[in-house]
């Protein structure tokens, strides 16, 4: 939903445009290297409109919970928080699931 908000000024009529929905987050687990990573990266670019990405370093070591969990699976991605898919980028799932929130 977008809000329009107008301001009045002498010479001109603005126009502004705010969102109140936020992005819903996309987070993937890496590490470096990760070449399955990399060509995760470049396969999400033309969604990179629609999510807020986050990263999570597995090798770290404030991360071990996940290291633990992913080590033989990364690229792992969670959307809001939920495990959506592992290893290779799906595109159709992904669409699908980011129409679905952008509907709510």
Same mark, same amino acid.
């Given at each position: 939903?977008?809000? *329009?908000?107008?301001?009045? /000024?002498? &010479? &001109?009529? +603005?126009?502004?445009?705010?969102?109140?929905?936020? *992005?819903?987050?996309?987070?993937?687990?890496?590490?470096?290297?990760?070449?399955?990573?990399?060509? &995760?990266? @470049?396969?999400?670019?033309?969604?990179?409109?629609?999510?807020? =990405?986050? +990263?999570?370093?597995?090798?770290?070591? @404030?991360? +071990? +919970?996940?290291?633990?969990?992913?080590?033989?699976?990364? =690229?792992?991605?969670?959307?809001?928080? /939920?495990?959506?898919?592992?290893? /290779?980028?799906?595109?159709?799932?992904?669409?699908?699931?980011? /129409?679905?929130? @952008?509907?709510?």
């Amino acid at each position: 939903m977008f809000l *329009l908000k107008t301001l009045s /000024r002498p &010479a &001109a009529l +603005q126009l502004r445009l705010c969102s109140t929905k936020t *992005l819903p987050t996309l987070t993937l687990f890496t590490k470096d290297p990760c070449p399955l990573c990399d060509e &995760a990266k @470049e396969l999400l670019e033309p969604f990179k409109h629609r999510v807020s =990405p986050t +990263q999570v370093d597995i090798s770290l070591p @404030e991360n +071990q +919970q996940w290291f633990v969990r992913y080590r033989w699976d990364i =690229p792992v991605f969670h959307l809001n928080g /939920r495990f959506v898919m592992k290893h /290779r980028v799906d595109v159709v799932l992904l669409d699908k699931l980011l /129409r679905e929130s @952008e509907t709510l």
